[in-house]
């Protein structure tokens, strides 16, 4: 199992323009988030998805669009760029319907806004 | 909302000695997991351990253990015979019992190990 993998693992960006980050996981599951690490504030919450087709908002969604059109897949769109969105993104992902399901989280992008 | 604080930004510990990380968290709900999470310099989230709320003992894994305290909301994490490898970012995290994959993350604590 590849577990979870994002694209790309850097990416530069000018204020304005629009990327997607790329997450995918093997496993199943049928849980999947994103997180932003910020200097000094840990991680927060982006956008969660409990299923295919099914996604919500967390704690700092502005910004941010995702959809989950498969249970592999749960890609975040930056459609104008901020520089306030400079941050490093983690997509992570989990079982549902045990009391206990542990996160796995990928390896990271570090985006740079100009 | 739930909140998770870490109030020592960085901390240093000789290597073979024992060092505590303290994490403090906000909540109403009974049921909820927390966690401890190694943050290396490569970037990679690791999970340390985790203590569910519904239970008394402290949870322990190898050299890592920790201190919970449900009625003062801490959740401490001890490292004994600290190694140069346990140098890392700490993070202390959050979960409701029925919030899946929801987690609420502490700023994070820098642990320098000094040989």
């Known amino acids: 199992n590849a577990g979870v993998t994002q694209t790309p693992k850097f990416q530069v960006l000018k204020t304005g323009q629009s990327m997607t980050l790329q997450c995918a996981q093997d496993?199943?599951?049928?849980?999947m988030s994103w997180y932003r690490q910020d200097p000094g504030m840990g991680l927060r919450l982006i956008h969660y998805?409990?299923?295919?087709?099914?996604?919500d908002q967390g704690e700092v969604p502005n910004g941010y669009n995702v959809s989950r059109s498969t249970t592999e897949d749960f890609p975040l769109r930056l459609l104008s760029a901020a520089p306030s969105q400079t941050s490093v993104y983690f997509c992570a992902s989990s079982y549902a319907g045990l009391a206990y399901n542990e996160q796995f989280f990928g390896p990271g992008t570090r985006l740079t806004v100009l | 909302a739930q909140t998770v604080t870490q109030s020592q930004p960085e901390m240093s510990v000789q290597e073979a000695e024992t060092v505590t990380l303290s994490c403090t968290y906000d909540t109403s709900e009974s049921d909820y997991y927390l966690f401890w999470y190694k943050q290396p310099p490569s970037r990679q989230m690791i999970l340390v351990i985790r203590?569910?709320?519904?239970?008394?003992q402290n949870a322990t894994e190898n050299r890592f253990s920790v201190n919970f305290q449900k009625a003062a909301k801490s959740f401490s994490l001890k490292i004994s015979d600290s190694q140069l490898g346990d140098a890392a970012m700490y993070f202390c995290a959050y979960r409701r019992g029925t919030s899946g994959s929801r987690l609420t993350f502490g700023e994070g604590t820098q642990l320098t190990v000094n040989p």
């Open positions: 998805s409990v299923g295919a087709g099914i996604t």
């Open positions: 203590q569910e709320a519904y239970k008394q």
């Open positions: 496993m199943n599951h049928e849980y």
